[in-house]
């Protein structure tokens, strides 16, 4: 799994080096150290990938400020920060990461990615603070439908529906 990712973030990066304003390249770029980051095992690794990452999403955010997947990627990364070290961060960056969602709901209020993030966000978080989880699972639900419907123009972001399957299945039950 991490040696695909591996190898999609070099194509990604051979193609923003050649296309250097490109929203999508950077995009798929942090995406995938993002994902890595929840992946890897060493701290220092992880760290340096959310890092990475977030150098990319807050220069994608300068050019596109109101991009609803942008903000989908910015609340994950700020999830993977959380999951690195949550003792420091889980209070301090809950906050932001519900903003951040809630932001790109405000956006584009049928995003099945932005309402799957929320939703699995606040299924973990219940994991460890506690909470009922039944209105996580039914947008889970909803982000699922939505997947079912949503017309993906291009390379535009489409990911999150097996995701949501899994999420579903295993913590949803």
Known sequence: KIMNFLKLQKSFKKIQNNYPTERLPKYYIAFTQTLLSFEKENNMEKENLIDEAKLL???LE????????????????????????????????????????????????????????????????AKFIGGDIKSSCKNVEKALALFETELVDGFEPSWGKERAKTLLNNDCK
């Open 57 to 59: 999403i807050a220069q």
């Open 62 to 125: 300068k050019s596109f400020p109101n991009h609803p997947e942008i903000l989908n990627l910015k609340a994950l990364n700020l999830t993977s920060e959380i999951v690195l070290n949550p003792m420091a961060n889980g209070m301090a960056l809950m906050e932001d990461v519900n903003a951040t969602y809630a932001h790109a709901l405000l956006l584009e209020p049928k995003n099945p990615r932005t309402i799957l993030g929320q939703a699995e966000f606040n299924i973990n978080a």
